[in-house]
C-alpha cells in the first residue's frame, strides 16, 4: 500500500509499504478515506519528538471504511464508514472507565504519562498512523465511531482531534458566563477553542498569533478580537489594560512547545535544546490570566523540563489545566453542536491533496504557506 514515511527531520514522502493485519482479535484494518496534517505532526516532523523512528507512518486524524475486523469485534462491520478518535483507549481500565481516553493505562506500556496515539513515535505506542491507504486499528470496538449518513466525512475527520481539542480547551478554562477568554495561537485547535469559548457563555474571546492570515481567519470564523503579538512589548501589561487590569479570566494555550515570541526560549528550548522547546506562549498565558484565573493547556510539550514561571502560578492562585483531549468523551455533545450548525468543522479546510502529494502538505502546513489553516489527504481518492 501507498503510506507516508518518515525519513528524518523535514522530510516526508509517499513511499510503498506492507499491508497492516490483524494482530489482536480486537484490531480491524481500515481502507482510509481522511486524514488530516496536524500542528502535533508538525512536532514530529521537526524532530522534536523523542523515539520518533525513521520509516514510522504519522497520522492520527483519520476517517476510513472496515475491511477487515478480528475475531472479537462485536460492533463494527466491515463496510462501516467510521471516524477514529486520535487517542488509542482500551475502555477498561482505571482511567478509561473515568472517560479520561486520552490517558489510557493500557494502550501505551512504554510509558505511564502519555498515552497511545496512531502514527505519534514510540512514547505514544509504537503505532502506525493514518496517512495511508490502510490502517490497523487496534481496540476497534472502542474508538472508532459510524458516520451518520448526514454528516459530511470533511466534518467527520475534523471530529477525530480538532474539534475536540478546541472544546476542551475551552471546557477546561471553566468559562463563566461573560468571561474573558483569551486563546493563545490561532492554528486550527486556537480556532476552534475561540469558537468554542462562546459555546460556554464567554462575554469576550480575543485571538494572539503572529500570522496575519490566520487572525483574519479567527476574527472571522470566532468570531474573536485578534492581536499580532509582534506588535504588542509586554503581553501581560497588553491584557490587564484590556481588562480593567485584572487579567484575563481563563487564558488558553493552543500553541505547544514550538512557540515564537521569544528569542531567549527559542535559543534555549529550540537551538541548544536546555528546554524542551520553547514555552512562552505558556509564560503569557501564566501572566495574562488574573488572579484566581485558570490556564488551560492543549498544546503540546514534551515530558522533559521548561522554565515554566511556577511561582507565579502559585502567588496568582491560579488553575493549571492541561490534557490531551478525551475524543470519545466529548463526541457526543459536539455531534450536537454540529447539527445545530453551533460549529462548522470543515469551514477550517483550506488544502486538499492525494496522499501522493504528502511531502507537500507537510510542507505548506509547517511552513505557514498558501493561506493554509488545515491540511486533509485523501488516500484511496477519499473513497
Ligand atoms: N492536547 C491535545 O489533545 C492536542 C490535540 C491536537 C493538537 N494539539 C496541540 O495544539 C497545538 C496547536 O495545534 P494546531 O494544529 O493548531 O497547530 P499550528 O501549528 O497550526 O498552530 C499553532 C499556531 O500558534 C502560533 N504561535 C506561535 N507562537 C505563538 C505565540 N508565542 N503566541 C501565540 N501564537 C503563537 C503559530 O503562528 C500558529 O498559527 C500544537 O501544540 C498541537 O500539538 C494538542
Ligand atoms: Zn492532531
Ligand atoms: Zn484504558
Known amino acids: 500500500m501507498l503510506a507516508a514515511d518518515y525519513r528524518g527531520p523535514f522530510r516526508i514522502r509517499a513511499a510503498r509499504k506492507p499491508m497492516p493485519k490483524i494482530e489482536h482479535p480486537q484490531d480491524a484494518i481500515l481502507r482510509v478515506t481522511r486524514s488530516c ?35 472479537a469485534v462485536e460492533d463494527l462491520q466491515v463496510g462501516d464508514h467510521v471516524l477514529v478518535p486520535f487517542n488509542i483507549a482500551c475502555g477498561q481500565c482505571h482511567f478509561c472507565k473515568q ?5 489510557c493505562h493500557e494502550a501505551n506500556p512504554a510509558a505511564t504519562a502519555a498515552g497511545g496515539i496512531y502514527g505519534y513515535s514510540h512514547t505514544a505506542g509504537g503505532y502506525e498512523g493514518g496517512q495511508a491507504e490502510y490502517v490497523r486499528v487496534p481496540y ?8 451518520p449518513a448526514w454528516m459530511d466525512p470533511d466534518d467527520a475527520v475534523m471530529l477525530t482531534d480538532v474539534v475536540p481539542t478546541g472544546y476542551q480547551a475551552a471546557e477546561m478554562g471553566g468559562i463563566q458566563t461573560g468571561d474573558t477568554v483569551v486563546v493563545f495561537g490561532a492554528g486550527p485547535v486556537g480556532i476552534m477553542a475561540a469558537r468554542c469559548a462562546w459555546l460556554f457563555g464567554a462575554g469576550r474571546v480575543l485571538v494572539v498569533d503572529h500570522l496575519p492570515y490566520r487572525l483574519a481567519f479567527a476574527q472571522r470564523y470566532g468570531p474573536a478580537e485578534v492581536y499580532d503579538f509582534r506588535e504588542i512589548d509586554d503581553m501581560a501589561l497588553f491584557i490587564k489594560k484590556e481588562t480593567d487590569f485584572l487579567g484575563a479570566d481563563v487564558c488558553i494555550d493552543a500553541v505547544g512547545a514550538e512557540a515564537a515570541g521569544s528569542a531567549l526560549h527559542s535559543l534555549f528550548g529550540k537551538r541548544l535544546k536546555l528546554e524542551a522547546g520553547s514555552a512562552i506562549a505558556l509564560h503569557w498565558a501564566i501572566n495574562s490570566v488574573k488572579k484566581g484565573g485558570i490556564v488551560s493547556v492543549v498544546g503540546v510539550y514534551g515530558p522533559t523540563g521548561n522554565m515554566i514561571p511556577i511561582g507565579n502560578v502559585l502567588n496568582k492562585g491560579i488553575t493549571l489545566r492541561a490534557n490531551q483531549a478525551s475524543v470519545k468523551r466529548l463526541l457526543p455533545r459536539l455531534i450536537e453542536h454540529l447539527q445545530q450548525g453551533h460549529i462548522e468543522p470543515k469551514a477550517l ?21 498558501d493561506g493554509c489553516i488545515k491540511p486533509v489527504l485523501y488516500p484511496n481518492d477519499g473513497r
Open 37 to 71: 496534517i496536524c500542528g502535533s505532526d508538525i512536532h514530529l516532523y521537526r524532530g522534536l519528538v523523542p523515539d520518533t523512528r525513521v520509516g514510522t507512518t504519522f497520522g492520527h486524524e483519520f476517517c476510513g471504511v472496515v475491511e477487515e475486523i478480528g475475531s
Open 99 to 103: 472517560k479520561l481516553y486520552g490517558n
Open 140 to 147: 476497534a470496538d472502542v474508538g472508532p465511531l459510524r458516520i
Open 349 to 369: 479546510i483550506t488544502h486538499r491533496l492525494p496522499l501522493e502529494e504528502v511531502s507537500d502538505g507537510y510542507h505548506i502546513f509547517t511552513a505557514k504557506l
